[in-house]
């Protein structure tokens, strides 16, 4: 196996000088270096044959020993030196201090066909940001990541990628619905796949504990390999930077409400500086259209990361990233300004986006009142987004009417829909058919369009379930199956329409299916 090693981070970045694996709070330093965990029986369960040939390997490297003993922490590349970095950040709401990549360790950089990744481990043990945790990942959140960020990928939204799952041979103890009934679980690595796994935090954490030297010297490293257009690092290209994460930050969530991804915990340690969708925990895809969903349990009283405040969180954590680079800019007004852009940046970039749904090509005055009307009586009834979108494409404005048979699969309780809200549902379809005929494209060309945005198939969150209870018993080919169906969501796929359906009933309450919590 030869991987084309470039490590840029560790080579340019200060690093913590003290080496063993023991808790503490790091100072002036971007990370730590450590070693992956020796696990008992490691077992590789996928891969992901895309990502392989961006790093430049073989499937025969895929069947090799090195393979098997790399991407499960066993051995460790040569001339490199694995390490984990040092980051805070704001958990719902509340600076956290120190948090830092307690179960993930970077293993190196690998530079092929222009592009360059760092492979990470998650789940690979204990590292000195692991605090009161033990650094492993069980199996059911490792399907999840695995699965979902390689599927992101391919629905077009900004994310981390994976190589591979693999079964660590271990077991590991948690108590997944929090209630005090600890049990032991399969222990899994992810091999994730990254640009970079550079977050908010990162700079946060710098920012809060005045080190405004290291803090220029990530800013700087981030411009130079990251945002290299910004040329050479000034009070300007910082403000560009900061815009630029700002770009990236909303267009990553407005790809999420065109899918219905829910993230589920966007800490600030969670958003990437890249816009990438990164760190899948207890995230979830709506089911039923519904602005306050969120799938985390954790999260169920106040609903503050719901799928309808994604939005306004994004601007809340760009927030205290400015507040975090501040120091390097000494003024606040021209950061104001471009945080202020933000809210007339994502009402247009929504709207443009929600008209792509619609398959409408041109504006019209009066879109965001279509719009906004059509999401007030998605929410009057239980009613799939996935499929709605998916089936409106077979909308006609020739027979308006007909518009409600035409989405009725969409709705879980069809028959209890009350003469009121089927009047609303009319009056809208007759809006929507006025509309269209402004509109200068064929029937056929609006279908096309809109089946290129409103995906087919997605990871139901009841999906990546009955994928972790097969793999729970040993049989790894859901994964599989799952894993190469959502490789083309837009397409039609006639041999698995059995994914194209509603959340079955017993999915409704059934841990892991509806709500999630943290536990992982
Ligand atoms: P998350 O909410 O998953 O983004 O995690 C928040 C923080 O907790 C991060 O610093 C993680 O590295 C850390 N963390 C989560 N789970 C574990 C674990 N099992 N062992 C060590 N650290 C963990
Ligand atoms: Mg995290």
Do not use: C, H, M
């Given at each position: 196996m030869k991987l084309n090693i470039d490590d840029r981070f560790t080579k340019e970045l200060p690093a913590d000088p003290i080496l063993d694996n023991s808790r503490r709070q790091v100072q002036k330093a971007c990370f730590s270096y450590v070693t992956p965990k020796k696990t008992e029986n490691p077992e590789i369960l996928h891969i992901s044959p895309e990502m392989l040939s961006a790093l430049g390997l073989t499937e025969e490297d895929a069947t090799s020993k090195q393979f098997l003993n790399v991407f499960t922490g066993n051995s460790v590349l040569p001339n490199t030196t694995p390490y984990a970095m040092c980051y805070g950040g704001h958990q719902f709401g509340n600076w956290a201090g120190q948090l830092g990549d307690g179960r993930a360790i970077n293993l190196a950089e690998v530079k092929h066909d222009n592009q360059h990744w760092t492979l990470q481990l998650k789940g690979a043990g204990e590292t000195p940001y692991s605090r009161t945790a033990d650094g492993l990942a069980v199996l059911r959140s490792s399907v999840r990541e695995y699965l979902c960020s390689e599927a992101m990928y391919h629905l077009g939204v900004?994310?981390?990628?994976?190589?591979?799952?693999a079964l660590s041979g271990d077991e590991v103890l948690r108590d997944m619905l929090y209630d005090g009934n600890a049990a032991y679980e399969k222990g899994a690595i992810v091999c994730r796949v990254s640009?970079?796994?550079?977050?908010?935090?990162n700079y946060q954490l710098?920012?809060?504990?005045?080190?405004?030297?290291?803090?220029?010297?990530l800013v700087d490293y981030t411009i130079k390999h990251h945002f290299p257009q910004l040329g050479t690092p000034s009070k300007e290209t910082y403000l560009k930077f900061f815009e630029g994460v700002l770009n990236s930050t909303l267009e990553m969530i407005i790809h999420w409400q065109r899918v219905g991804f829910v993230h589920g915990v966007m800490n600030t340690d969670n958003l990437s500086i890249l816009g990438q969708t990164i760190d899948y925990g207890p995230y979830g895809w709506l089911e039923g259209y519904d602005h306050n969903w969120t799938p985390n349990t954790t999260d169920s009283q106040f609903k503050r990361y719901r799928y309808g405040a994604q939005m306004e969180i994004g601007h809340w954590n760009l927030y205290q990233l400015a507040n975090a680079l501040y120091p390097l800019i000494g003024e606040a007004d021209d950061l104001e300004r471009i945080l202020h852009s933000y809210h007339e940046k994502a009402q247009g970039q929504y709207l443009v986006m929600m008209r792509s749904k619609l398959g409408l090509f041109t504006e019209d005055k009066n879109d965001v009142e279509l719009i906004g009307n059509l999401e007030n009586i998605l929410q009057l009834t239980e009613t799939d987004m996935t499929i709605f979108f998916r089936n409106l494409s077979?909308?006609?404005?020739?027979?308006?009417?007909?518009?409600?048979?035409?989405?009725?699969?969409?709705?879980?309780?069809?028959?209890?829909?009350s003469d009121l809200i089927k009047q609303k549902w009319n009056s809208w379809f007759l809006d929507y058919a006025t509309r269209l005929q402004k509109e200068e494209h064929t029937s056929k060309e609006r279908k096309e369009q809109m089946n290129q945005v409103n995906p087919k198939y997605v990871l139901r969150n009841y999906m990546a379930q009955l994928a972790i209870d097969a793999a729970n018993k040993g049989d790894y080919k859901l994964i599989d199956d799952l894993f190469k169906l959502l490789k083309k969501p837009y397409d039609e796929q006639p041999e698995n329409e059995q994914w194209f359906v509603k959340r079955p009933d017993w999915a409704r309450h059934k841990a892991g299916c509806s709500m999630l919590s943290c536990s992982s």
């Open positions: 900004p994310t981390t990628r994976a190589l591979s799952l640009q970079s796994f550079l977050r908010f935090g710098l920012g809060a504990r005045q080190d405004e030297e290291t803090l220029k010297t077979d909308f006609s404005t020739e027979s308006p009417l007909e518009g409600l048979t035409i989405v009725t699969d969409a709705f879980y309780l069809p028959n209890d829909i």
